[in-house]
């Protein structure tokens, strides 16, 4: 009988393609095989407990990670230089490239090599970890990572969860078990989990190792809010009992057991499927504007860098050309020599110029600036004016490879609710049956001293009146998820709304809990949820009960929640409550005209508004509902859109009851940041979910909307009475008529005369602009709806689904300007937009923290976006471009020269620099000058940026490192390279320069333009310093010191490792000669001049808005300026940038 169901079983599966096969896992609880008669036991293999966050093992960490860091292309590029100066005769030792390769690679081996010993550290300590597992009626102790799927664990309070569990049962009667989930998504709050409502009365090991069960489930996904299960328990009948697990019957890894003795649980997923290890994997990469901008800087040179190799090798043949040009009677060539391919020749003599030219393509820039910004990106965290003392935290830098693009941004786009109001939400007022009931301000349990009064603004109802207010509160104190707090319960006959007593409670929306503590005022008061029935306290201060007999949760698509209660007579009710716009196409009943009137003022007002309905089920439909959802729940396959299809057809012929209105306060100087990003030529955009009325009021009151903005709409409404197509080009006409006109000054925004638009656009008419037209097209739509976006001065999205924000932001990322965007959120419905813009803020909200932990920077508050941008984002973006140009124009100072010394050494390929020279340029002579400068210059103080946020336009769309930019440095560098080289040449050729006669050789002058060329290019950088500290002083005027030091000791002294000291004396001697230093004197003078002359020229002529404040007398800062953790190792406390 076994055998046959177990052949069926098989075949079924493979051969009739069970659809849930590969979707679904079955867990046999306790490995307990299920009875006779029962599906066959088919045990499956899975993966142990064990974590490994690590990305190498002791045997693969050499091979993988040369692997990886070849993967780019700087690293790969000198590699092959590296290994055709092993393969062929070039002119430059493979010391010269080998070394600086050798030094990066090394450095970040160790680097990833520490960080990745630590992960294995951390790894181990979580593996072995006890825990205690249920096996034959007693428990055992053993290591985390010997943990199985369908063990049986017990965990105690106050221990973290060692895999995802399902809730089996729980020391508490209710079967109920507390959790926070702080690790995984940084919610401290308490979550509430149930136990299957079978098992949830085994509290001992015996008993719950008597357990009969099976578990189908969903395959391991990395989703944290979504579960979808069944369990099969098996009892004395053949027939077993089916009961739905969703999200709150399941403990993940990583949460904590909270105010609950012990509970039980089986594993369901195990070590790296848990859900914990599977949010492990990174997001996508980004990259800045500058990163793309070096790049193609790169090919540049790539190609500069190929022509020279090109040109060399052409002329080097072209000189050969002369029968025995090149055959000096002491260096005949063999006749073998001669018969090479000519091909062969050329080709090799390509491949050594491409070695003797190779360092114009730096290695080091690549580790500076990784070094740059990850050093840089702890001026953010240390920032002191970024710390909220509220919330006992500052800003998290999660990247740092996007600090530079916070000084790009050219289009925020940001949340309304939690992002630029406190989601602090204060109880305003009822409407219930068409009267208006204000309570004195209740914000957060927290009531003003004299509100012991209500005030009921209409006429007293009448008895059908009354009976409706009450059940309208009874409504509100049954309708949501709030958990109490037991340590604060307080026993019914003693609470009442006066007492100065209030309940803990605790809700992930901070609207339920503003309305249930809010309706206290009215007399009626949540107790608590004892078992299945919910307890309340009504006016009479008697304690009402009611049976919860289900919950049908509130989702962003329905927008409303609902509950199925039985009162003590035997009256089955479903509450409903949720947005306006989702209640009233489902109510038959009830004063809808004059609730709808008071809604859409209270929206006007800027307040959140919430409509109630109800109605009576009789127990035949009460069972018919119940069937409904019973199926729907125990669906493996498309479970969520089943039981959003119940819902819709539970949630109707509602009678409307009330409505409410929260206030959601303005966070603090959320109108100021506004005000000085668009002053900065930031358009700000509102993504947002809520209604149009209270979005736009809350735009006006943070200065998005001035009282003279002229507002267009897109909204379905206007849809209903003209099409899409003349709305669209309605508007364009509108918007464009004053395009020429609309001038904007350069400090202040818009133009006091001109005519400012703002947009405002809801989710259907967005998804009507984004939908495919029937001819195939949607670009049309689009490209009109962005003309008129860009010439709004403002845009509020409302209605916007979560995905609908992300397609908003992308719209703008892909247009035809490419603009850099910002989206800013504190929600887990922000995190798709976060991830879509160029860079994405979290911020540390009350909503959790998925925002936060997906972002690449998280702030405490809004107002800290405007010194993040208009100070941090501004120095860093001067600070890398500064970098990035020097870099190329030293190198282009550095192999210039050589060039030109080919046209004087026969294209021999000899090279003009000491082969320690070439290897410690760019590593020790010019490298620590140029990071200091990326890390602490500041041309303008700090309070001038936060004082004009104008001066964010000044290197707005990549100023610094346009093609313009690009071309004058590398002219500079050309220019400065032709004065090293011929400077040297014409004041030295065929003239004596030492006492003794003797003049220069080759080493001499390549030495001599080495040294000119070391203190140019450290002083150009001296030039462009703004803010002078004693770091600076010492690590400019330490390298030149450096140089010169080594120097003298390299060719003065005899080194023993050494076969041969070309640069022996050279230096000593050139020092020695008093034409040699005024030659270094001049030549970097002259060097110089052009880069000052232009410098002041401009200022003069054209100065920019940077370099005119840098002219104007500096203003003082406030007395109470904070100290600037831009600068955290500073001994000068006021900064004063040099003007020039």
């Known amino acids: 009988m076994e055998c046959c169901s ?34 066959a036991y088919i045990p499956q293999r899975y993966p142990d407990n064990r974590i490994v966050s690590s990305k190498y093992t002791f045997w693969n960490f050499v091979p993988k990670n040369l692997f990886e860091q070849f993967r780019r292309v700087a690293n790969f590029y000198f590699l092959i230089i590296f290994l055709v100066q092993l393969i062929i005769d070039t002119p430059t030792s493979p ?99 149930y136990a299957v409502q079978d098992t949830k009365g085994f509290h001992s090991e015996e008993d719950i190792d008597s357990l009969h069960a099976t578990i189908e489930c969903e395959q391991p996904q990395p989703d944290l809010y979504k579960f979808v299960g069944r369990i099969n328990v098996y009892n004395d009948q053949n027939d077993p009992v089916v009961r739905p697990l969703g999200s709150e019957n399941l403990l993940l890894r990583g949460a904590t057991l909270k105010n609950t003795e012990k509970i039980f649980g089986v594993a369901i997923y195990t070590g790296m499927e848990t859900k914990m290890a599977l949010n492990y994997q990174s997001k996508s990469q980004k990259r800045s504007a500058v990163e793309k901008s070096m790049n193609t800087f790169l090919i540049v040179y790539l190609c500069i860098l190929i022509s020279k190799a090109l040109v060399n090798t052409v002329l080097k043949y072209v000189w050969q050309s002369t029968p025995f040009q090149d055959e000096p009677w002491y260096s005949r060539k063999t006749e073998a020599e001669r018969q090479r391919s000519l091909f062969l020749r050329a080709f090799t003599d390509f491949l050594a110029f491409m070695v003797l030219f190779n360092y114009i393509i730096p290695v080091s820039m690549y580790v500076t600036v990784e070094m740059q910004k990850f050093l840089g990106s702890y001026f953010i965290t240390w920032d002191n004016e970024m710390f909220d003392e509220e919330l006992g935290e500052g800003p998290l830098v999660n990247t740092s490879d996007l600090n530079e693009e916070l000084g790009q941004v050219e289009y925020v786009f940001t949340d309304k609710t939690g992002t630029l109001t406190e989601n602090n939400m204060e109880f305003r007022e009822c409407c219930v049956e068409g009267r208006v009931c204000a309570p004195h301000a209740v914000c957060n349990g927290q009531a003003l001293p004299d509100a012991s009064a209500t005030d009921m603004i209409d006429a007293s109802p009448g008895t059908s009146g009354r009976e409706r207010e009450e059940l309208f509160f009874r409504a509100l104190c049954l309708c949501h998820t709030i958990q109490v707090k037991d340590d604060e319960e307080v026993d019914g006959p003693q609470k009442s709304p006066d007492s100065g007593k209030r309940s803990a409670y605790i809700s992930s929306s901070p609207d339920e809990v503003a309305l249930v503590e809010g309706i206290q005022r009215f007399g009626f008061t949540y107790l608590r949820l004892k078992g299945n029935y919910m307890e309340l ?15 049908l949760s509130f989702d962003s698509v329905r927008r409303r929640m609902s509950v199925i209660v039985k009162s003590a007579a035997g009256e089955i009710y479903l509450f409903c409550k949720g947005a306006d716009s989702s209640i009233f196409p489902r109510v038959i009943e009830g004063k809808v005209d004059q609730i709808r009137s008071r809604v859409e003022r209270n929206a006007v007002e800027g307040l959140r508004t919430l409509c109630v309905a109800y109605k009576r089920l009789v127990p035949e439909e009460y069972e018919g509902i119940c069937k409904l959802l019973q199926a729907a729940k125990v669906a493996l396959q498309d479970r969520d859109k089943k039981l959003a299809e119940v819902y819709e057809q539970i949630e109707t012929d509602l009678v409307l009851l009330g409505a409410t209105a929260v206030e959601d306060r303005l966070q603090e100087k959320a109108a100021d940041t506004i005000e000085a990003l668009q002053k900065a030529g930031i358009k700000v955009w509102v993504l947002t979910g809520d209604k149009m009325e209270t979005a736009a009021a809350t735009c006006y009151a943070c200065k998005l909307f001035r009282r003279n903005t002229q507002l267009l709409e897109v909204t379905t409404k206007r849809l209903e009475e003209h099409s899409l197509h003349d709305v669209l080009f309605e508007l364009s006409k509108t918007v464009l008529r004053c395009s020429a006109s609309l001038t904007r000054d350069n400090f202040s925004g818009l133009s006091a005369d001109m005519q400012d638009y703002g947009l405002i656009i809801d989710g259907a008419a967005l998804s009507l602009i984004m939908k495919p037209r ?21 845009v509020l999205c409302c209605r916007m689904a979560p995905l609908q924000k992300a397609q908003i932001v992308k719209l703008i990322k892909f247009s035809k300007e490419h603009p850099i965007t910002l989206a800013i959120g504190d929600g887990a419905n922000d995190v798709s937009m976060i991830l879509e813009a160029h860079v994405g803020i979290g911020v540390i909200g009350k909503e959790g923290r998925q925002a936060a932990r997906n972002s690449d920077y998280a702030i405490p508050k809004f107002k800290h976006l405007k010194k993040m941008l208009l100070v941090h984002g501004h120095f860093y973006y001067i600070r890398i471009s500064e970098l990035v140009q020097y870099f190329f124009y030293k190198n282009v100072c550095f192999i210039f020269p050589q060039f030109l010394y080919q046209f004087f050494c026969g294209f021999s390929q000899q090279t003009l620099y000491d082969t320690a020279y070439l290897t410690l340029y760019n590593i020790s002579f010019t490298s620590l000058p140029i990071l200091l400068y990326s890390l602490m210059e500041q041309h303008v103080a700090m309070d001038t940026l936060k004082r004009d946020p104008a001066l964010y336009r000044d290197i707005a769309k990549n100023a610094l490192l346009r093609w313009r930019a690009f071309i004058y440095w590398t002219l500079l560098g050309l220019f400065d390279a032709l004065v090293f080289f011929f400077g040297a040449y014409f004041m030295f050729e065929n003239t004596t320069v030492t006492s003794n006669g003797q003049v220069f050789g080759n080493w001499t002058f390549g030495t001599l333009v080495f040294t000119v060329m070391v203190f140019t290019v450290t002083l150009k950088l001296a030039l462009d310093t703004h803010y002078w500290t004693w770091i600076n002083h010492f690590v400019i005027w330490g390298s030149l010191l450096f140089y010169v030091v080594f120097s003298l000791l390299w060719g003065g002294v005899v080194w023993p490792f050494l076969s041969y000291q070309r640069m022996y004396y050279v230096f000593i001697q050139l020092l020695s000669s008093g034409p040699a230093w005024l030659a270094i004197v001049l030549l970097v003078t002259v060097s110089l001049l052009p880069d000052v002359l232009k410098k002041v020229l401009c200022r003069q002529l054209w100065p920019s808005a940077i370099e005119r404040v840098q002219r104007s007398p500096s203003r003082p800062a406030p007395a109470d300026a904070a100290p600037s953790p831009d600068r955290p190792l500073l001994t000068d406390p006021e900064p004063r940038p040099r003007r020039e």
């Open 774 to 794: 029937e001819d195939g097209s949607s670009s049309n739509y689009r490209e009109l709806f962005l003309d008129i976006c860009r010439n709004c001065s403002a």
């Open 537 to 551: 306290l009504n006016r009479d201060n008697d304690v009402e009960r009611f049976e919860l007999l289900e919950i």
């Open 95 to 193: 010391v010269t490239s080998g070394l600086p390769l050798f030094f990066v690679i090394t450095v970040t081996a160790i680097k990833q090599g520490y960080e990745d010993w630590l992960r294995h550290k951390a790894d181990n300590a979580m593996n072995q970890c006890p825990v205690h597992f249920v096996q034959h009626g007693r428990l055992v102790r053993k290591q985390s990572r010997k943990l199985r799927v369908g063990d049986i664990v017990l965990v105690k309070e106050d221990e973290t969860f060692p895999c995802d569990l399902i809730f089996l049962s729980s020391s508490r009667a209710d079967g109920t078990c507390h959790v926070t989930t702080a690790s995984l998504d940084g919610e401290s709050s308490h979550k509430t989990h």
């Open 6 to 39: 177990l052949v069926r079983t098989l075949v079924h599966r493979y051969c009739a393609g069970e659809e849930d096969w590969v979707d679904s896992r079955t867990v046999y609880v306790g490995h307990r095989e299920p009875p006779p008669g029962a599906e």
